[in-house]
């Protein structure tokens, strides 16, 4: 097999909006991780940036399963010792709307250089408006 090298030039990027609202976190993070990553395109290399855009309105209303709301943390370090900090998804989601898809998306993808580049790709909104109307992004339903 030879490893297909595709010009950066020659690839068509599309634009997609998705609504959060109401969806599970993890069903809307590997959906969005999918496509950025490029995997939904014949053409995917695991290797080049050749996915398409994704925006995502209402993640503010993203609902997880179970008990999760209360009993699933998220963990930062400040850099000084004993720093430390540890928020449930409610207390994360009332502060940062966007921070749990966004993180979870971001752990869906590869680690590195690639991957910081395509976070990049997937744009997270809080609210039902963006600022991205001009792509003309298709809608996609979950």
């Given at each position: ?8 030039a020659l690839v068509e990027r ?32 695991p290797h080049q940036e050749m ?85 003309n992004p298709t809608a996609i339903?979950?």
């Amino acid at each position: 097999m030879k490893t297909t090298f595709v010009k950066p030039a020659l690839v068509e990027r599309k634009w997609f909006v998705i609504d959060a609202e109401g969806k599970v976190l993890g069903r809307v993070a590997a959906r969005v991780a999918s496509i950025v990553r490029g995997k939904t395109k014949a053409i995917f290399a695991p290797h080049q940036e050749m996915g398409d855009y994704v925006v995502i309105v209402n993640a503010d209303k993203v609902v997880v399963t179970g008990r999760k709301a209360q009993q699933k943390m998220y963990h930062r370090h400040t850099g000084y010792p004993g720093g430390l900090k540890s928020a449930s998804f409610e207390k994360l989601i009332a502060r940062h709307p966007t921070h749990p898809l966004e993180k979870a998306i971001k752990g869906m993808l590869p680690k590195g250089p690639l991957g910081k580049k395509l976070a990049k790709n997937a744009k997270v909104y809080a609210g039902a408006g963006h600022p991205h109307a001009a792509q003309n992004p298709t809608a996609i339903e979950l």
